[in-house]
């Protein structure tokens, strides 16, 4: 089927609260120009070279969300193009994105990655660490890092009950912060859960951004 097709779809499927992230990881830049005709903005990119290679080929108005792993010493290359950073897991790394992004004088949006997964080697902060350090940290000295909210990968399984219950123990943590720390900051209004293969449980869960690549592009090499 194609990109258009698969996009058409999922937003028929997709309440209308819901924002799309296409995943572009490994597809070129005519495959999500293809996206982009059908409508699609929001893309992201797990690899700050080929998202950098692939803004010189999309139009303007694009929005790039970088999703992946970022390291500290990456940051100030995606300054100037990044409008979302998805995958924060240090207060190292938040302060470093604050200072790059004040230094080009962009804002952007920035979402706490949340670790529930089984697997030992995904990144992020477990629920109750997350707690405690948004709690200590001054929110407001941020003036180019908008802090939207969170994200977060549920386990590489089949057991939908497995993939629930973690997307739900995000869930309650976001609420429970946007209660807290960040009452009175309605910016803080953003979960980031579901790939192709979960997103409609994530969506269950409350979530409103889904980023997803291969049931949109078909599966990558
Ligand atoms: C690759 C990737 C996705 C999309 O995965 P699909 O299974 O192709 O939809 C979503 N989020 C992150 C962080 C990814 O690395």
Redesign the pocket.
């Known amino acids: 089927m194609s990109i258009e097709t698969n996009l058409l779809q999922l937003n028929a499927q997709l309440p209308a609260n819901v924002v799309l992230v296409a995943?572009s990881?490994k597809k070129s830049a005519a495959e999500m120009m293809e996206a982009y005709r059908a409508g699609q903005r929001h893309f992201?990119e797990?690899y700050v070279q080929e998202l950098l290679a692939k803004q010189l080929h999309m139009p303007a108005d694009t929005i790039w969300h970088f999703?992946?792993h970022l390291q500290r010493n990456k940051v100030k290359q995606l300054a100037p193009f990044a409008h979302w950073v998805?995958?924060v897991d240090s207060i190292r790394l938040l302060d470093e994105i604050e200072k790059q992004f004040v230094l080009c004088g962009r804002q952007v949006q920035c979402l706490l990655q949340v670790h529930v997964a089984r697997e030992e080697t995904k990144f992020g902060w477990e629920p109750d660490e997350l707690l405690s350090v948004i709690h200590s940290l001054d929110l407001s000295k941020y003036r180019a890092v908008v802090l939207r909210g969170l994200m977060a990968?549920a386990s590489f399984t089949d057991d939908t009950a497995t993939i629930r219950l973690e997307f739900m123990q995000v869930q309650s943590l976001f609420n429970r912060l946007k209660e807290s720390a960040f009452a009175g900051r309605p910016q803080f209004d953003t979960l980031s859960m579901g790939?192709?293969?979960d997103w409609p449980v994530a969506v269950q869960c409350g979530s409103n951004m889904v980023?997803?690549?291969?049931?949109i592009f078909g599966e990558?090499t």
């Open positions: 995943v990881k992201g797990n999703i992946g998805h995958a990968m790939m192709s293969s980023r997803i690549g291969s049931a990558r």
